[in-house]
């Protein structure tokens, strides 16, 4: 199973900017799907996780700025950021909770961290 992140770069403060990830290999069901994110010299933290069934949780500080979505079919989860702040800067990680098949134990996958710069 590979997690393929992408969309990250540089933007102004007060701008948008989308990610996405996509999940491939041997996949039988997908739980829990998000992104994590980790500023320099800070901790790892949750920005916005999302069920299979589309319950949504997020972090205090990006509530009512960030969506976090996802596509069952195309196995991938999204991110829109809008009204983007410097303190948004950071290595956004998505990460999804698998099942190779049926009646196995799920796993958590990570993707490749992709770097979000707010900066004018």
């Known amino acids: 199973v590979q997690l393929q992140a992408s969309g990250g770069g540089l933007v102004q403060p007060g701008g948008s900017l989308s990610l996405s990830c996509a999940a491939s290999?041997?996949?039988?069901?997908?739980?829990?799907m998000g992104w994590y994110r980790q500023a320099p010299g800070k901790r790892r933290e949750l920005v916005a996780s999302?069920?299979?069934?589309?319950?949504?949780h997020y972090v205090d500080s990006v509530t009512g700025r960030f969506t976090v979505s996802r596509d069952n079919v195309k196995k991938t989860v999204y991110l829109q950021m809008n009204s983007l702040k410097t303190e948004d800067t950071a290595v956004y990680y998505c990460y999804a909770d698998i099942t190779p098949r049926a009646e196995s134990s799920y796993t958590t996958y990570w993707g490749r961290g992709t770097l979000v710069t707010v900066s004018s």
């Open positions: 290999g041997t996949i039988f069901d997908m739980n829990l």
């Open positions: 999302i069920t299979w069934g589309g319950i949504t």
